[in-house]
């Protein structure tokens, strides 16, 4: 890493001021004097409107502007939220209902925006709410995943949005047909609620020609060009912006409903409108991650080799396409659907239901970790109907080092991997032969010990191509703007350290700007595990240009000819000068000679391929039989993330991932009643992990550079997540199954768990 990075431990910057009170968030920075806005929403899950009065909240003290869906039709916002379709397997396309701003005939999931009051408080625009008359023929909620029931859009038939496959059938089949033995089990994977530290927000301001919006997300090129198509204006007289954000994970990269009505409300108006979720409101509409249902199968040949696989799955869209919501459990599963072993026979085949619920999107990993908690899960169990070790199923089966690069069978090419190894350095790490000690010790308490492995694989996703520019500042200063969105990640300190090691400019001087669609042209945002490696990859391509730039002119300061000089990523040098300039020192004396075309530099630059980030995870619990409840005790991680710039943040990131994939598996689930009601809308309700809840996590990585890119670097974001569900589920399992359990589901909460121990006692 010595010519791309020093691969050092930096401690954030922004972490001094997020610590002690003086982020700047969207609720921070709105303007002053900016109108509030309140949302009146949908209180029952599907239901046909009858009645929306907004008379008397419109004479209400302080209000402003009532919105409605009618209203704004009326007024030309007419367009539907934009969300991505997918073509079904036989070619025709998927179900795209219309999505309004704000619910127009139909009210289709609890939560969902009916009216926007606006008024000069909070509290005068939510008590102008309660004026509102809203009466409604309520219809039966849609709720479960089968083609039928009510009807939560018109348009589409048995309210399937999609089915759609990937992968030869035929071929799959004939394996299945051949195998030895067939392992089968249907695997659920839970509803969860994103709830980011910071709920959701935003601000708009109009100034006769052009829209600001700032709102709390994850990018924002894409947002504005949505905003220019549904509020019909042109692309260049809309600015987004976007401040320090408190968590995204997935949730906060669509611009929602509440961000088109506060900016047509400012536009009306001609003052600036602030919106603030509270987090009931955040748990009721924003939107949810995961809630699958897989029926998957492993077929093997004599030798314990997988010679097919095929998953058949059940998602939930919830009530409408939200940004990405088709393509999650299809494109994005398939992704990674063979994960790291080597099989061509796969078929993969996905139908999406709409449902009388809040939407589903992508929630950190977005179809990765879905995918690799059904195969991992399926490896498990396969060794044990097997009859052998689980570690050594998956060892037999990795893709072999000489493979790569490797074409998967959905069209994915794995440029590098050394999964043995990487296993290896787990089976070491984890002490796993001292486990049958610790399982002893737990025996002796009365608990219940088990182990479980995942060993996952994930694909970097979103846009490959990202531009970085570097400008020098009059006071000595240097500011480096980028296209990605920090979400909390430690950005400010990665790009500014990547830029200080590759130009020799003090880290102290750099700042990063970020967030801006007016200063900055063009940028792919946050998601998708993309952001370092790509950011890196344009600043190494801008670096590149600035060294040719500068080059010529310090030929003629130095007395040398250009092809003499070098950089050595701190100063400039050539043989006969005493001239030595850092860059700093040389754009100081172009500023003095008035060479303003060397201050400001910038390039895009495309990464050739994905990189696919990897790795063993290995979870311990005990189980109390006596009450059910798990305790996560022991977790361990050995990841090939490639080359590192900063270990530090890298293993950060996986804490949260793992904090977040544990936290699915052992307590979060989001309930709704059959009316569609959401049981879980307060953390009374909704189990959230906490630091309790997790054990000290041991990280160590083995790292095999990625051919990716040039800096060898695999994006790690997301890839505790990935890891994390299936590792704790199979050691929950593992430890109830000399009890009689043969299956369970997340969350493994202690009233499940000890329900699958009743269950098997009372049948035992």
């Known amino acids: 890493m010595e010519k791309f990075g020093k691969s050092q431990s930096v401690t954030r910057v922004e972490d001094l001021r997020f610590l002690t009170g003086h982020g700047g968030y969207v609720d921070d920075v709105a303007p002053e004097g900016a109108l509030y806005a309140y949302v009146m929403r949908s209180p029952v899950a599907h239901a046909t409107i009858t009645t929306l009065d907004t008379q008397d909240a419109e004479q209400a003290d302080g ?56 008024a000069e408080t909070l509290d005068q625009a939510r008590d102008a709410a309660e004026l509102i008359e809203l009466d409604y023929d309520e219809l039966p909620a849609k709720m479960d995943l089968a083609r039928g029931g009510a009807a ?49 927000g935003c601000y708009a301001e109009w100034d006769g020609t052009r829209l600001h919006v700032c709102f709390n997300g994850q990018g924002v090129w894409g947002p504005k060009t949505h905003f220019a198509n549904v509020l019909k204006l042109e692309p260049e007289n809309v600015r987004v912006t976007m401040p320090d954000v408190g968590g995204g994970f997935g949730m906060k990269s669509p611009a929602y409903p509440e961000y088109y009505a506060c900016a047509h409300a400012a536009m009306l108006l001609g003052l600036p409108v602030r919106w603030m979720s509270d987090r009931t409101e955040a748990m ?100 044990r109907e097997l009859g052998v070790d689980p570690w050594e199923l998956r060892r037999r089966n990795f893709i072999p080092v000489a493979s790569f690069p490797y074409k998967a069978a959905t069209g994915e090419t794995y440029d590098v991997g050394d999964f043995s190894r990487v296993l290896n350095h787990a089976d070491s790490f984890a002490d796993r032969s001292g486990f049958a000690a610790r399982k ?4 002796a308490q009365g608990k219940l010990r088990g182990i479980g492995l995942c060993y996952y694989i994930e694909s970097i996703l979103g846009d490959p191509s990202e531009g970085a520019k570097v400008e020098f500042n009059e006071d000595g200063t240097v500011t480096i703007y980028v296209g990605t969105q920090s979400n909390g990640q430690g950005h400010e300190t990665v790009y500014a350290k990547f830029l200080s090691d590759q130009t020799g400019i003090p880290f102290d001087l750099i700042q990063v700007v970020q ?50 000089i070098s950089f050595d990523d701190e100063t400039f040098r050539a043989p006969g000068s005493n001239l030595t300039p850092t860059f700093v020192e040389a754009a100081a004396m172009a500023r003095a000679d008035g060479r303003t075309d060397l201050l400001t530099h910038e390039d895009r630059a495309t990464l050739p391929a994905r990189s696919f980030p990897n790795g063993a995870h290995v979870a311990e619990v005990e189980v ?91 994006g790690c974001g997301e890839a505790g997540t990935v890891g994390a569900m299936a590792a704790t589920t199979n050691a929950v399992l593992d430890a109830l199954w000399d009890s009689g359990v043969r299956h369970v589901d997340m969350p493994l909460t202690p009233s499940r768990v000890w329900g699958y121990l009743q269950d098997v006692s009372q049948t035992g």
């Not at 080597?342 to 950190?364: I, K, W």
């Not at 002893?440 to 025996?443: E, K, T, W, Y």
């Not at 943040?649 to 793992?658: D, S, T």
Request: proline share 4%.
């Open 440 to 443: 002893q010790a737990s025996a």
């Open 624 to 714: 109390d039989p006596e009450t059910g409840k798990t305790d996560l005790v022991r977790y361990t991680v050995v990841d090939d993330f490639g080359n590192l710039i900063n270990p530090m943040l890298a293993e950060g990131q996986v804490h949260g991932g793992i904090a977040q994939g544990a936290g699915q598996a052992l307590l979060e689930q989001t309930v709704y009643d059959e009316d569609g009601q959401l049981l879980t809308a307060t953390f009374m309700d909704y189990a959230m992990p906490r630091a309790a809840d997790m054990p000290f996590f041991r990280f160590e990585t083995e790292p095999v550079p990625s051919t990716a890119n040039p800096m060898g670097m695999k």
């Open 515 to 564: 967030g801006d669609s007016d200063r900055i042209a063009q940028g792919g945002g946050t998601g998708g595990s993309r952001s370092v490696t790509v950011q890196t990859n344009a600043t190494l391509a801008t670096v590149a240009k600035m060294v040719q730039a500068f080059t010529p002119y310090l030929a003629e300061k130095m007395g040398v000819d250009a092809d003499q």
């Open 152 to 200: 939560v859009h018109d348009d589409v038939p048995d309210n399937l949005a999609f089915d759609w496959d990937m992968g030869d059938e035929a071929a799959c089949q004939a394996a299945f047909d051949r195998a030895a033995k067939v392992v089968r089990m249907e695997v659920g994977d839970n509803r969860v609620i994103v709830n980011a530290m910071e709920p959701r």
């Open 63 to 118: 209000v402003r502007l009532v919105l409605t869906g009618d209203g704004m039709q009326a007024a030309g916002i007419t367009a539907s939220i934009w969300g991505v379709t997918i073509k079904n397997r036989d070619g025709s396309d998927a179900a795209s209902p219309y999505r309004p701003v704000l619910a127009t005939g139909k009210l289709r999931y609890v939560g969902e925006p009916v009216v926007m009051i606006v």
């Open 284 to 383: 009721l509409s924003d939107h949810h991650g995961r809630d699958l249902v897989s029926e998957a199968a492993l077929a093997f040949d004599e030798t314990n080799k997988i010679i097919g696989y095929r998953v058949d799955t059940r998602c939930n869209l919830g009530a409408y396409n939200s940004n990405f919501g088709q393509i999650i459990q299809t494109t994005l599963f398939s992704r990674v659907l063979m994960g790291t072993y080597d099989v061509q026979a796969t078929y993969l085949r996905a139908e999406g239901y709409y449902t009388n619920t809040v939407y589903v999107d992508a929630y950190r990993g977005a179809g990765r970790p879905e995918a690799i908690y059904v195969l991992e899960r399926m490896m498990d169990m396969a060794a």
